[in-house]
């Protein structure tokens, strides 16, 4: 191929189209336990979690329900991912065996959000919310009452109850019931078996299952390198139990001309992508993670 701008403007559609049609077929499961939110600046503030307003009679004078200031931000981090194609390949008519290259990258870019999303999920047992605490924690505080959301026990039937009875336990800073269901369990693959055995047999040792359909299940591969952990979470409120926070969307960009300082110093043409995101927590309420470390009695 002839290096010229209108050859090399060609070539950069070619390799985006790729990017751009893996992007959009890639299936991605963060929207399931994420809620996103666009973020304008290098830190959104989050002051406003800690209490669930909920609505009362009206007597008297309306009662303004204020809301607790905590100090809780997530801040953006730059992301990026970068080829480079050499201008000697481009000359001699081999670039195309770049092009599945673009589209693997236009994959990674849309599983990108999981990576972050799963990956604070994974490590909510350290990784501290708006209350100061461990998301998953044994001592949340919430109305005069202490709540534990942190499990060790293996997946199993019991622990499955007790991780759903704790979610739908929790009252509010009146006392009232939250009213929070959880409805989405989340494994590894190593517990797809198990998990399935609690949510969709109709039997278990001759016994008709009562949990059968309580939630929906998602085997997710991110958990892979935690794979005794397990989460049961209540996905179905507006604000989902993890914070995927874009301040820039992942964006396809290239520098391809003759006068760009990676070609002049190293004979190559570079394609990247970058944005800025990150993810945190929402309400601990709405979530129950255990580390599986404790084997079930019997």
Not at 22 to 29: G, P, R, W
Not at 67 to 81: C, G, Q, R, V
Not at 223 to 242: D, G, S
Not at 265 to 276: E, H, K, P
Request: include cysteine; hydrophobic fraction near 35%; charged fraction near 25%.
């Amino acid at each position: 191929m002839i290096v010229n701008q209108a050859n090399l403007h060609g070539l950069a559609v070619g390799y985006s189209t790729a990017y751009n049609k893996s992007f959009e077929a890639t299936q991605s499961n963060y929207q399931k336990i994420a809620t996103t939110v666009p973020s304008t600046t290098g830190e959104q503030d989050y002051k406003w979690l800690g209490q669930m307003p909920r609505m009362k009679e009206w007597i008297g004078e309306r009662e303004v329900q204020s809301l607790a200031a905590y100090d809780y931000s997530i801040k953006n981090k730059p992301f990026e991912m970068t080829i480079g194609v050499p201008r000697d390949d481009i000359e001699d008519d081999k670039y195309g065996v770049y092009t599945p290259l673009f589209s693997n990258m236009g994959e990674a870019a849309a599983l990108h959000p999981d990576e972050l999303v799963f990956g604070a999920l994974m490590n909510g047992f350290t990784a501290k919310c708006y209350d100061g605490k461990a998301f998953f924690a044994a001592d949340h505080k919430m109305g005069g009452a202490t709540y534990s959301n942190l499990g060790t026990q293996e997946l199993s039937m019991e622990s499955y109850k007790a991780a759903r009875a704790a979610i739908m336990s929790v009252r509010g800073d009146k006392g009232k019931s939250l009213k929070l269901v959880p409805d989405l369990l989340v494994v590894s693959p190593a517990k797809e078996e198990e998990a399935r055995t609690i949510l969709e047999a109709e039997l278990i040792n001759g016994t008709s299952n009562i949990m059968k359909g309580t939630a929906k299940l998602l085997v997710e591969p991110e958990l892979a390198e935690h794979p005794e952990y397990w989460f049961l979470l209540c996905t179905n409120r507006f604000l989902k139990p993890i914070i995927y926070q874009e301040r820039k969307k992942i964006k396809f960009t290239s520098f391809t001309k003759d006068t760009d300082e990676n070609v002049f110093m190293n004979n190559q043409f570079i394609y990247g992508a970058d944005g800025r995101s990150n993810a945190g927590y929402g309400f601990w309420q709405m979530a129950y993670g255990s580390t599986g470390v404790t084997k079930a009695q019997g």
